[in-house]
């Protein structure tokens, strides 16, 4: 229920005098303006998209947002992520994010949630937000924040980018609208769509995206404009084409229809594609494979990251076989060594790992925290 006008904040001199050009709006007024300054938004990801989000949101009035990263800023951030500067480079997102926040406007309260998003916690962070904004480029939470989005009528803004295009929408079933399984009821196979890391993207698009999410989220808060509730918007930045397309409410939808079989939040890692460490995968840390490395040990070190990432920077005497070769080039994995497998923070490995012992490869090792993890115990290769 929408908050009577008597029940919301009043807006102190200094704020008047900041957000003057919103007041200035035809039908926007103080009305909105104090709605903005009511509502409690959580954020998922304060990276390319959360960037954006963030900087808009609290520059725009809104109240209170809590932002979810358990990230730390890396050089690769800073060609997208302008939440973020050189000087916070090991810093925590959170942190970062919410000491920038409070420079742009000082009346926003920031909750810094230095974490991942998770079942564990995912009830707790969506409660009493009256917007969810997923900021995040993997599937796992993208399912999960919509599941949490739905049981709580909380509209859910949804954002992707991928090298040159982008997608936003609005999925809100309480309001008449599909929710994020409608569009997607089953997750692509691993390996078939990159992520960022993987697949690259243009530093402006997240710019972009973020911002149209930060857009609808301000609508949705207002009542002002008609969300993008039922309807995905696809830019493509290289010919500046948009296009809408219309989305339908799935009247099987195993979350929002009349009969769900989910009713309580998952991690959905395993789901996604996204393997959890299982006791046939074998793992090492980097302080255990610098060992072996020192010690001449006979292994066979793959790097499943993409070319970019290993002219960055890589360990000496590994292999470059990106995630979506290994299948094609498995014929130059040697079968009568131990096969260790690294990428950036140890997904794209694990996902390597599983595929080489489902495809008769036995001696299988992935490393923990991959590339990330070397850097911040042995620093450069």
């Known amino acids: 229920m929408e908050p009577m006008l008597s029940d919301l904040p009043t807006l102190s001199d200094a704020e008047v005098r900041r957000y003057a050009r919103h007041l200035n709006i ?4 103080p009305e909105a303006q104090r709605k903005l300054k009511a509502a409690r938004v959580l954020v998922i990801g304060a990276g390319g998209l959360g960037s954006p989000v963030c900087l808009y949101l609290a520059a725009a ?28 480079i090991g810093r ?24 991942v998003f998770s079942a564990s916690n995912a009830m707790s962070l969506a409660d009493g937000c009256d917007v969810i904004i997923d900021g995040t480029d993997n599937f796992p939470t993208r399912y999960l924040s919509n599941d949490v989005a739905v049981w709580n009528r909380i509209p859910n803004v949804y954002g992707s980018i991928l090298r040159f295009d982008g997608q936003v929408s609005v999925f809100a079933p309480h309001l008449d609208g599909p929710c994020y399984r409608c569009m997607a009821p089953i997750p692509p196979k691993p390996g078939l769509v990159p992520t960022c890391a993987e697949g690259g993207v243009l530093g402006v698009l ?11 989220a301000i609508k949705l808060i207002t009542g002002l404009g008609a969300p993008l509730i039922g309807r995905l918007l696809h830019v493509d930045t290289l010919a500046m084409a948009f296009r809408t397309f219309k989305l339908k409410r799935d009247p099987d939808c195993v979350v929002c229809g009349p009969n769900p079989s989910i009713t309580e939040p998952i991690d959905y890692d395993g789901f996604c594609g996204v393997p959890k460490h ?30 970019d990432e290993w002219q960055a920077c890589n360990l000496p005497g590994a292999v470059l076989i990106p995630l979506a070769e290994v299948p094609e080039r498995a014929h130059e994995i040697p079968q009568d060594k131990r096969i260790i497998v690294h990428c950036k923070a140890g997904g794209r490995s694990a996902r390597a790992c599983t595929w080489l012992l489902e495809n008769g490869f036995s001696d299988v090792w992935n490393v923990e925290g ?12």
Request: no cysteine; net charge negative.
């Open 26 to 29: 035809p039908g926007f007024g």
């Open 61 to 88: 009035g809104v109240g209170y947002l809590r932002l979810v990263d358990a990230d730390k800023v890396e050089l690769s951030n800073l060609q997208r992520q302008v939440l973020h500067g050189e000087s916070d």
């Open 92 to 115: 925590a997102k959170t942190e970062s994010a919410a000491a920038r926040l409070q420079e742009i406007n000082p009346h926003v309260r920031v909750e810094q949630v230095p974490d």
């Open 206 to 216: 997240p710019g972009i995206v973020g911002s149209m999410q930060a857009l609808e």
């Open 278 to 307: 299982s006791p046939s995968m074998n793992t090492l840390n980097v302080v255990e494979l610098k060992k072996l490395r020192d010690a001449k040990d006979e292994h066979f070190l793959i790097d499943v990251r993409q070319p």
């Open 370 to 381: 991959g590339m990330d993890a070397w850097l911040q115990t042995h620093g450069q290769p």
